[in-house]
Antibody
Framework: QVQLVESGGHVVQPGGSLTLSCAAS????????IHWVRQAPGKGLEWVTF????????DYADPVKGRFVISRDNSKNTLYLQMNSLRNDDTAVYYC??????????????????WGQGTLVTVSS | DIQMTQSPSSLSASVGDRVTITCRAS??????LNWYQQKPGKAPKLLIY???SLQSGVPSRFSGSGSGTDFTLIISSLQPEDFATYYC???????????FGGGTKVEIK
């Protein structure tokens, strides 16, 4: 079965760095674009970043642009999120999410069909 | 950027009630709209994609409709396991963004 397992969440001081990992199994990892979505305590869902199947196309939400770097190793079925210059408002549960697509009436629709269990990043002094 | 606005932000309902949640996009997104359910301490779960297509395994009491800027999620007969927070998400700007709405918390009356 499809599984996404995040790890690396920790307590880190403001200005610090952290790298999250997401281990994928149960599907052909290199066939899927993968996203990171975060959720601050008691708040809603916020899209963070995306990486395409071959790792060449990436995109970032404005709040993390220039500070976070997404990457993937298809040989290891693993996704990474390097987080630098961390701020208090980066505190959140970070989810690794698989992007799926469906074809309806010759139009492709994209959605998040599998989510990891999340890993908590706490930025605090 | 596209903004997604859900209403209400919370509601109280009883088992068996019909529940309607709305989501409005700041610009037309055709039918590029998904719905998710999230229970406390758990990851979100996909309910509906492409505005009205039910994800495999999701009960038929859930339905979605709409296109353009206005969308609706309906739970036809609320069950105890449906008390949760529901989020809409646009996928018009794929592969980036996929902005979420602010969420609607469905609580027990």
């Amino acid at each position: 079965q499809v599984q996404l397992v995040e790890s690396g969440g920790h307590v880190v001081q403001p200005g610090g760095s952290l790298t999250l990992s997401c281990a994928a199994s149960g599907f052909i990892f290199s066939d899927y674009g993968i996203h990171w979505v975060r959720q601050a305590p008691g708040k809603g869902l916020e899209w963070v970043t995306f990486i395409e199947t071959d790792g060449r196309q990436k995109d970032y939400a404005d709040p993390v642009k220039g500070r976070f770097v997404i990457s993937r190793d298809n040989s290891k079925n693993t996704l990474y999120l390097q987080m630098n210059s961390l701020r208090n408002d980066d505190t959140a549960v970070y989810y690794c999410v698989r992007r799926e697509r469906a074809s309806l009436s010759r139009t492709y629709y994209y959605f998040f069909d599998y989510w990891g269990q999340g890993t908590l990043v706490t930025v605090s002094s | 950027d596209i903004q997604m606005t859900q209403s209400p932000s919370s509601l109280s309902a009883s088992v068996g009630d019909r529940v309607t949640i709305t989501c409005r996009a700041s610009q037309s997104i055709s039918r590029y709209l998904n719905w998710y359910q999230q229970k406390p301490g758990k990851a979100p779960k996909l309910l509906i994609y492409a505005a009205s297509s039910l994800q495999s395994g999701v009960p038929s009491r859930f339905s979605g409709s709409g296109s353009g800027t206005d969308f609706t999620l309906i739970i036809s007969s609320l069950q105890p396991e449906d008390f949760a927070t529901y989020y809409c998400q646009e996928s018009y700007t794929t592969p980036r963004a996929l902005t979420f709405g602010g969420g609607t918390k469905v609580e027990i009356k």
